[in-house]
């Protein structure tokens, strides 16, 4: 059974840090490329970051280049989403997917003072 499971969200102040967690199971999760999106209240889902199979490569939305950083462990089936100098527009449910094999419920991050 496919299994994606986010950890790691929470409220943060406004130039503070949080480390998201995607957990895998299921699947060959060294063999496919993963995927960051979030979904604001009332807004369209956003691709914020993504991450090649072997982790040589990575995308970032405009919005998050210098702040986040994605990364992954393939020998714990773990990806990770490192979100630095937080601000109140990163508020949203943050959610890992893996194209064709499916997604997470999210976790929540909400940015705040």
């Known amino acids: 059974q496919v299994q994606l499971v986010e950890s790691g969200g929470g409220l943060v102040q406004p130039g503070g840090s949080l480390r998201l967690s995607c957990a895998a199971s299921?699947?060959?999760?060294?063999?496919?490329?993963m995927n960051w999106y979030r979904q604001a209240l009332g807004k369209e889902r956003e691709l914020v970051a993504a991450?090649?199979?072997?982790?040589?490569?990575?995308i970032y939305a405009d919005s998050v280049k210098g702040r986040f950083t994605v990364s992954r462990d393939n020998v714990k089936n773990m990806a990770y989403l490192q979100m630095n100098n937080l601000k109140p527009e990163d508020t949203a449910v943050y959610i890992c997917?893996?194209?064709?094999?499916?997604r997470g419920q999210g976790t929540q991050v909400t940015v705040s003072s």
């Open positions: 991450i090649t199979s072997s982790g040589d490569n990575t």
């Open positions: 299921g699947f060959t999760f060294s063999s496919y490329a």
């Open positions: 997917d893996v194209a064709r094999i499916g």
